[in-house]
């Protein structure tokens, strides 16, 4: 028997701390706003304004609502506030290590039976096979905490069709140059449509890190002589063991120093794995260093734990329903992802039940399984529970908090212009 009075005053208590801190610097009219977004979200688990008008509970007409919270997702214009606090959190509060793993990928938000909204794009939709549908592309970055839980540090909705667009690699680097001046450290992991010449350069002039899958069809010079990559006929000499969905995979890896035409002064490492599960080897390219088996292990191990971006996208829609979110404006949908983006931050503390509070989320989601690798369903479903068995509204940390504290509301019984008194 759960008692929920107290986990949800517990948890209350945690996500207005946490919230609160997003909104230093904020007008009170702002941070009312974002509060209320963010405390619908986490209620409802949607983005659609209509859900999350309800979960407030207000005491004003539904309609009212709705119409405030849309005109304030399409003029809201402090975004950079937003994420300077965010990212200051994740540092002041030791989110992300100190040697982190960054994850980095593109996603999308098909909206294929949208005709009016702004910008509409064409983007592959990865829900069907890549198919070119109408939509936006999503740039993410991820940071993999000590239990490799994905952890948002940079998320930007775009689209080529807005005015004032330069090209995929200026919105790629603008992503990266944020990152790497939040967080000095880490390595940053790469799939093979991001292989380019342009990024290695742009890394390497920054002294970051980086792992990245290349095509099989480059060209290296190794040992003096200038090949393809798909040609190389190594044998993988050292051992390599996986542990995915209670079975072992035995690989075998190799490595050697390579240069690329066009960054003949820049010596990077080719590490290439071999496994029975692949047609053929995974061919990765780093210019961490490599001097032995360990080392080539850790390259080849944080390669592989990029499906977890994977995962990370796929909670992000589906579970939040970020797809069918119902605003023309760009600048709506992407303050929309970002308030998604926070509340899923603020799920990842429970994901390791080291606390009690986060071992009873995990035993309300009741899981057929004791143990998963990915934690947020079972997170967002006892978290979700614990708030809908509570009646619980936004108003009260509004009134309590973000407010100046010289005003006070009350009850009055008589028909007053003004709800409140100043003190």
């Not at 839980?149 to 790629?172: A, C, M, Q, R, V």
Request: with cysteine; charged share 25%; glycine share 4%.
């Amino acid at each position: 028997m759960f008692n929920y009075n107290i986990l949800n005053s517990k948890i209350q208590s945690s996500y207005q701390n946490y919230f609160h801190s997003l909104l230093s610097g904020l007008s009170v009219p702002k941070s009312k706003f974002i509060y209320q977004s963010l405390f619908g979200i986490l209620k409802s688990n949607t983005c659609l304004l209509t859900n999350i008008a309800r979960s407030l509970n207000e005491d004003i007409t539904f309609g009212k609502t709705v119409d405030r919270l849309s005109r304030n997702f399409i003029e809201f214009d402090s975004a950079d506030t937003l994420n300077s606090n965010y990212n200051k959190y994740l540092r002041n509060h030791n989110i992300i290590d100190k040697d982190p793993l960054f994850i980095v990928d593109d996603s999308d938000i098909a909206k294929p039976s949208s005709k009016h909204l702004e910008a509409l794009d064409v983007v592959p939709d990865g829900s069907k096979s890549h198919d070119r549908t109408l939509g936006y592309w999503m740039t993410e970055i991820v940071a993999l905490s000590k239990n490799n839980t994905p952890i948002s540090t940079y998320s930007h909705i775009w689209s080529s069709k807005e005015d004032g667009f330069l090209s995929k690699n200026k919105i790629l680097f603008d992503a990266l140059d944020k990152n790497i001046k939040n967080f000095n450290n880490g390595t940053y992991v790469f799939d093979r449509y991001f292989d380019s010449n342009n990024l290695f350069k742009f890394m390497i002039k920054r002294d970051s890190k980086f792992i990245v899958r290349i095509k099989g069809n480059r060209s290296a010079y190794i040992n003096g002589k200038i090949v393809k990559i798909k040609d190389l006929k190594y044998k993988g000499k050292i051992k390599f063991k996986r542990h995915r969905k209670d079975k072992n995979y035995y690989n075998k890896l190799t490595y050697t120093s390579c240069y690329f035409p066009g960054l003949k002064n820049e010596q990077l490492t080719l590490v290439l794995v071999y496994s029975d599960a692949l047609p053929e080897p995974l061919r990765l390219i780093t210019n961490k260093e490599v001097n032995g088996a360990s080392a080539a292990r850790k390259v080849a191990s944080d390669y592989l734990k990029r499906w977890r971006i994977e995962e990370y996208f796929k909670f992000k829609k589906q579970e939040f329903d970020l797809e069918n979110v119902r605003l023309r404006s760009l600048n709506g949908l992407r303050l929309i992802n970002l308030l998604v983006t926070y509340v899923i931050t603020f799920l990842a503390k429970y994901t390791n039940k080291s606390t009690w509070i986060a071992k009873r989320i995990h035993e309300i989601s009741k899981p057929i399984k004791p143990e998963v690798i990915f934690n947020y369903y079972r997170v967002i479903f006892g978290i979700r529970e614990i708030i809908r068995s509570v009646i619980t509204k936004a108003s009260d940390f509004i009134d309590n908090v973000i407010r100046d504290q010289r005003y006070r509301l009350r009850k009055v019984r008589q028909l007053n212009l003004f709800n409140y008194k100043y003190i």
